[in-house]
């Protein structure tokens, strides 16, 4: 293992484009070789060895190949349309429910758990510079995790929490009959509340993209921001 160099990862990820695997399958991969990389520097440095590994410029050559001619047919959750679905929903609370869902990732469950003492306040993405609002939610398993949300979402969310006596506490399964009703009227498939996660996953891998982040750094990112721990499950969402 200590010999491997570029060249060899290249080939090895060419050959799986040769064997016709899914794209997702192939980011999966070269995700994980990325993360050997690290591995072995970790290793030459722990043991004293001057040996020096780097095979992301060659990963980012065969990446741009394996886009253009790897199968991506796999069902995706996502809305075509996010944006129209959240405006057409008749209800102005369950559309701040869905913005909070769209913008910030977050489960059902999470923002319906949601109280005024989850409210963060506004402060920078250390990301994008772009100033945000921030919730504290909790997910499965109760672990807590703070999202964040457009200023002006993060209002409405203030305000219905003071109508709402201190919580977002709302009625689920009336939240998807609009939710559903609102995809009928914009001409979209209803893939559930869930699949507001799906549009988040996606639009906020392409806002990372102009940070100075990787690829795989902007994978965890996103996968902390849902509540998730291995940055691979990203790939999940970013199937289309």
Request: charged share 35%; aromatic share 10%; hydrophobic share 30%.
């Amino acid at each position: 293992m200590e010999t491997l160099q570029g060249e060899h990862i290249k080939s090895f990820l060419e050959s799986r484009i040769a064997d016709g695997i899914k794209y997702s399958t192939f980011q999966r991969e070269a995700a994980a070789l990325s993360k050997f990389e690290n591995a072995l520097n970790m290793y030459a440095d722990r043991d004293g060895k001057h040996n020096e590994y780097s095979f992301r410029g060659d990963i980012q050559e065969v990446r741009y190949e394996a886009s253009q001619v790897l199968d991506k047919n796999v069902e995706t959750r996502a809305y075509d349309d996010p944006k129209s679905l959240i405006s057409a929903l008749s209800n102005d609370d369950y559309r701040v429910v869905a913005s909070v869902q769209y913008e910030g990732g977050a489960r059902l469950n999470e923002v319906w758990r949601v109280e005024t003492n989850d409210l963060r306040g506004i402060r920078m993405d250390e990301h994008t510079g772009e100033f945000r609002g921030w919730l504290e939610v909790e997910g499965k398993g109760g672990k807590e995790r703070v999202i964040s949300v457009s200023v002006e979402t993060y209002h409405t969310v203030e305000r219905v929490l003071q109508e709402n006596g201190g919580n977002m506490h709302f009625d689920k399964n009336e939240y998807r009959e609009i939710l559903k009703d609102a995809a009928e009227k914009t001409e979209q498939d209803y893939t559930g509340s869930h699949g507001l996660r799906w549009n988040f996953a996606v639009d906020r891998m392409e806002e990372l993209q102009g940070t100075d982040m990787t690829y795989e750094e902007r994978l965890q990112e996103v996968s902390w921001e849902m509540g998730h721990e291995r940055a691979d499950i990203t790939l999940h969402y970013l199937a289309r």
